[in-house]
Every structure is written in structure tokens, then in C-alpha cells.
């Protein structure tokens, strides 16, 4: 069942309450920091309180285990678009531990995908298109190399300049305890 309701009943009284007003801020990061972090619920708000930031300090973007899979994604372009129309001056990649990505197990996300509906003749076309879905959906066994693989991707770009600094760093889900994977500022090329 959507919640979709119960949301929009909420949010016509958020607006007409005002209770958006605490939350105004630019586009812009105060902080000057760009986030790419997992999608993970538990860290809709620990990523935020562990690290002191608050609405308006720093941009995010999520994507499951905190991946970048393309150099020319669209995670890639936001991270561009926030270093050179955002004023981010450093960029964060901060995985997690206990990381579903690091469970995936592509055969079975493919069966979940048919049961739900996905004609199984699609993985054909898809395959005679060269498209690899198994890579696709490829999760990772290692928290710490997948975050420097991300962290490697961005300061290898031929679009991202070496002076913008990229950490890499891993959140504990539960307690918030920060391990420093890369320190950009010194782990340079």
C-alpha cells in the first residue's frame, strides 16, 4: 500500500504551518563539502549528526554502497556539477559498514525482478544489446577498497582537478564512529 496520502496530508500542513522555515538555506554549502554516501536508511540522519552538519552545509548524493559505476554517470556529474557550479572545494566518499551492496548476489536480484514481473526475455535483448546486468548490479566484498575505488575514480577524472581534495571514509550504521579510509589533503596521486 503507497503512503503516498499520508504524506501529502503531512505535507500541506507542514506548508501551511510554516514548518519549513528552519530549513531555509541557498543551493549553495556553507561547509563547501560534497557527500557521496549510501542510500541506507540508518544513515538518513546518523550521517548527518556524526559529522555535525546540519541543512544547508553540505551537498549529498547517494547511491547504493556509496558506488560510482560509470566515470560519465550521473553520480560522476553531480559530483562535477557541485566542485564547478556548487562551490564544493572537497569531496567526501563515506561507505558503511554492514553494506547490503556487499551481499548482493546478482542471480538473485535477477529472480526477484522476474517474480515481479520482468519478462525474462529482457536479460536476452539486454545481453544481445551488451549490456551486462551481472556487472551492473555487482556488489562489492569489501567496504574499504570499494569506497577508495570510488575515492580513485574521482581523482583520476579527467574533468576533476587535483586540488580538490577527496576523502574516503567508513561509517559505522550504529554508533556513527567515522574511520578514515584516505585523507585526501595528503593521500594525493
Known amino acids: 500500500m503507497s503512503n503516498l496520502n499520508e504524506i501529502l496530508t ?3 500542513s507542514f506548508v501551511e504551518n510554516k514548518l519549513y522555515t528552519p530549513y531555509l538555506t541557498t543551493k549553495f554549502p556553507d561547509k563547501r563539502i ?3 554516501t549510501c542510500m541506507d536508511t540508518r544513515l ?6 556524526s559529522m555535525n552538519i546540519k541543512n544547508g552545509d553540505v551537498k549529498i548524493v547517494k ?3 556509496a558506488v560510482i559505476n560509470h566515470p560519465f554517470g ?11 557550479e556548487l562551490q564544493a572545494d572537497e569531496i567526501y566518499v563515506i561507505g558503511h559498514y554492514d553494506c547490503g551492496m556487499s551481499a548482493i548476489q546478482t542471480d538473485k536480484i535477477v529472480e526477484k525482478m522476474i517474480g515481479r514481473g520482468v519478462d525474462p526475455h529482457v536479460f536476452d535483448v539486454l545481453k544481445h544489446s551488451g549490456v551486462n546486468v551481472d556487472s551492473w548490479l555487482e556488489g562489492f566484498s569489501d567496504v574499504e577498497k570499494s ?3 570510488s575515492v580513485d575514480m574521482i581523482r583520476n577524472h579527467p574533468l576533476m582537478i ?4 577527496v576523502h574516503g571514509l567508513i561509517i559505522d550504521p550504529d554508533t556513527g564512529r567515522l574511520d578514515l579510509v584516505t585523507d585526501g589533503s595528503v593521500d594525493k596521486n
Do not use: D
Open 10 to 12: 503531512f505535507n500541506k
Open 34 to 36: 560534497v557527500i557521496l
Open 44 to 49: 538518513t540522519e546518523m550521517l548527518h549528526k
Open 63 to 65: 547511491s547504493a554502497g
Open 74 to 84: 550521473g553520480i560522476m556529474r553531480s559530483l562535477i556539477v557541485a566542485v564547478y
Open 147 to 149: 569506497v577508495l575505488h
Open 162 to 165: 587535483p586540488s580538490v581534495p
